[in-house]
Structures are given as C-alpha cells and as structure tokens.
C-alpha cells in the first residue's frame, strides 16, 4: 500500500514538475517573440496548454514566472567562459579572443538581448539583470585592458574594451554590415589609438 502511495506521490511531483517547466518555456518563447511587455499570464497560460490558474500555482505573480524565465535561460545561454582567452599571452590577441566569443554568443542569443534592451525602461524586473551582465562586462574589460592599471591609457582602454564587449555595439555594428572579422580590425584599432 505505502509503495503505491509513494508512487502516486513520486509522480504527481514529477508531473508538476513538467507543467511548471512548460509554462517557463513558454514564457521564453513568448518573451524573445513578444518581449516581456506583451507577454500576459493569459498567453503563457495558452503557450503551455495549462489555465491561467496553472500558472498562478506555479508562479504567485508575473515577476516570479520571469525570475523562473531569466534563470533557465541563463543556464541554456551563459556568458563566454574567460578560460577561453585567460592563457592567451599577446594582450591584443587576447582581446580579440575573447571579443571573438562575445560576438559569436550574441549572434546566437541575438533576439533575446535585442528584447531585453528594448524594453528594458519600461520593463523594471529587466533592469537588475542587465545591470548585473554590464557588471560582468566592466570585470571583463578591467581584465583584459592592456597598460599599467590606473594610467591614463589603461582606462582608456578599459572603457573601450567595455564598450566593444557590449550587445549594443555589436548590433551597431552588426547593422553596419560588418562581419567578425572587420568588427574585431575596428576594435584593433580603437585600442590601438587610445594606447597612445
């Protein structure tokens, strides 16, 4: 008798389980289709074939089903690894190395980076997010500059990194038709002015 209770527990969990994992797949689809703003409760509750009352359950309110939304896709999507590039000894080349992994991780994340910088103002549980990424970015850019920390040129380039190393720039950019390969020359040659 216990083992079939246990049973029943077993997958009634698992079960919930499944259909909590199916609104927060919903609700990424709809956001990188949509973007947050547009996506209801209504929507996600239709996108995953479950009441809205499902995802109530679930999810109290609409910022937990986007913490739930921001985490998954974070641990689908995460940032380049700085192993990647930390044992590159030339400091140019290894600006480029990793520049190289952000451009290519943007290029696959593109629509949801776009969403999220445009809706960010009007969109308040988007801005801690985006703030903690620029954070990574700035750390990034600190570690990869070239020069003796606190000169002149060192911060100049920590700024320029930083901003070479953002999704807007590489968009810009992107808009601009330049391909990798001419996005990182461009970079080149920024830093290479402001070293001197």
């Known amino acids: 008798m216990n083992e079939k209770r246990n049973y029943r527990m077993r997958r009634r969990a698992e079960s919930q389980e499944e259909t909590r994992q199916r609104i927060v797949e919903a609700t990424m689809q709809l956001h990188e289709e949509l973007g947050p703003r547009a996506t209801s409760i209504s929507a996600i509750a239709d996108r995953a074939g479950v009441q809205r009352l499902t995802v109530y359950r679930h999810f109290p309110d609409e910022a937990a089903v986007f913490a739930a939304c921001t985490g998954e896709w974070s641990r689908r999507n995460p940032p380049p690894d700085p ?10 080349k290894r600006v480029s190395a990793a520049l190289a992994a952000f ?3 943007y290029a696959a994340t593109r629509r949801m980076w ?7 103002p009007d969109v308040p549980v988007l801005q801690p997010v985006l703030a903690e990424y620029d954070q990574l970015l700035a750390e990034q850019a600190a570690a990869l500059a070239p020069g003796r920390r606190g000169s002149k040129a060192h911060k100049r380039a920590v700024a320029t990194i930083r901003h070479a190393l953002s999704f807007p720039t590489w968009e810009s950019l992107q808009g601009e038709g330049l391909d990798d390969k001419e996005k990182l020359a461009l970079v080149d040659a920024w830093l290479e002015g402001v070293m001197r």
């Open 103 to 105: 451009y290519a991780y």
């Open 114 to 120: 776009s969403v999220a910088h445009r809706e960010a």
């Open 83 to 92: 192993s990647r590039w930390e044992g590159v000894a030339d400091p140019a």
